[in-house]
């Protein structure tokens, strides 16, 4: 992987697929390891975690904001939650030294400056910003200060803090950044996406553009592809059912081999913006109507309409160009059926 790692795959030119683990572990590093190995085997491009403490996000409060009311993690507060689901720093080592092994290209999101530090000494090779940092320079600033890729998702900003924060960026030394379409609802509803915003981001920052979804609809993510996607990042686990912290919008391995399959699919015909004949098409033009002299013309005579046909296949004159000949004089005698030519005629 080069410094380009977001632009779409070389030679096949479709998404990079990327794993996210997040709390999928269950606090087991061993855990850890085998899902990050199990979704390479089926179709990740790469594995993302995320790195973080609960003093990372929050802090330890009763107050009533503090705490989680309704959807997946009812009944949590924000502190249990994030203490709960955490990758621990201890096991960056371990994570790192497995991902070289098996040259699975791991990466991380972190939550705050001192995460970004941790990360650094496994020489994490790029990093994520989740939608709900957005606004945190410290983080921002750490992330692109170490002049490795960027991914930022953009969900819950508008358009002018969005700009806000690719100039910010950009000013601390990122140059290679993929800003990525996000719905931050778990699990985000097919009517709450907003596809289109994927080729409006690669145009109006000038950068690679993608999709963090938390669907478990396929379909969104072959539309984002087709859109031109350079990334699309997804939850991933072995077993739904397990009930793991993020596990109601994690993909299964067969799901995650669909995808991959899927997006190539729709690589293959994507072609270029521009209108292109294949050899087949260029073949196949032989078989399309053309204009055949069906009443023969002596030396010098004039072709009139009815000397004419167009019929298929297409070995002669191009339907469009007949009336440039009516009124022409024959250069030599032609014989119907016969297909007619331009250079036949004064």
């Given at each position: ?80 939650l ?25 990466f ?31 983080l ?19 358009a ?20 990525l ?66 596990a ?36 196949l ?62």
């Open positions: 992987m080069n410094k380009q790692l977001f632009a779409p795959l070389q030679g096949e030119k479709r998404p990079l697929l990327v794993a996210e683990l997040s709390g999928n572990h269950e606090g087991s590093l061993e855990r850890a390891l085998y899902l990050m190995q199990l979704a390479a085997a089926n179709g990740a491009d790469a594995v993302k975690i995320q790195t973080y403490t609960a003093d990372s996000l929050t802090i330890d409060c009763a107050r009533a904001e503090f705490q989680i009311h309704g959807g997946l993690w009812d009944g949590y507060s924000q502190y249990s994030y203490d709960h689901a955490k990758t621990p720093p201890q096991w960056l080592p371990d994570l790192f030294a497995c991902a070289r092994e098996h040259r699975i290209f791991l991380s999101s972190p939550f705050a400056p001192k995460d970004v530090e941790a990360l650094e000494k496994v020489d994490c090779p790029a990093y994520k910003i989740a939608s709900f940092e957005l606004s945190y320079r410290d921002l600033a750490a992330c692109a200060q170490t002049g490795k890729p960027l991914i930022i998702s953009t969900g819950l900003a508008d002018k803090e969005i700009s806000r924060t690719v100039d910010f960026v950009r000013a601390k030394g990122c140059m290679d950044l993929t800003l379409a996000c719905v931050s609802q778990y699990p985000a509803p097919p009517e709450s996406f907003n596809l289109r915003a994927i080729p409006y981001l690669q145009q109006t920052f000038g950068c690679a553009a993608g999709l963090s979804s938390h669907s478990l609809n396929l379909d969104i993510d072959i539309a984002a592809s087709a859109l031109g996607a350079a990334l699309i990042e997804k939850h991933f686990t072995d077993d739904r059912q397990r009930g793991s912290v993020d109601a919008f994690s993909l299964e391995p067969a799901e995650w081999r669909q995808l991959a399959a899927r997006t190539r699919i729709v690589a293959t015909a994507l072609g270029q913006a521009q209108i292109v004949l294949t050899q087949a098409d260029q073949d033009r032989n078989y399309r109507r053309s204009i055949y002299l069906v009443k023969s013309l002596k030396p010098g005579e004039v072709l009139t309409k009815a000397h004419t046909k167009a019929v298929r296949p297409g070995w002669g004159l191009d339907p469009f160009l007949l009336e440039d000949l009516i009124g022409k004089r024959a250069r030599r005698a032609l014989s119907a059926p016969c297909p007619l030519m331009l250079e036949d005629f004064e």
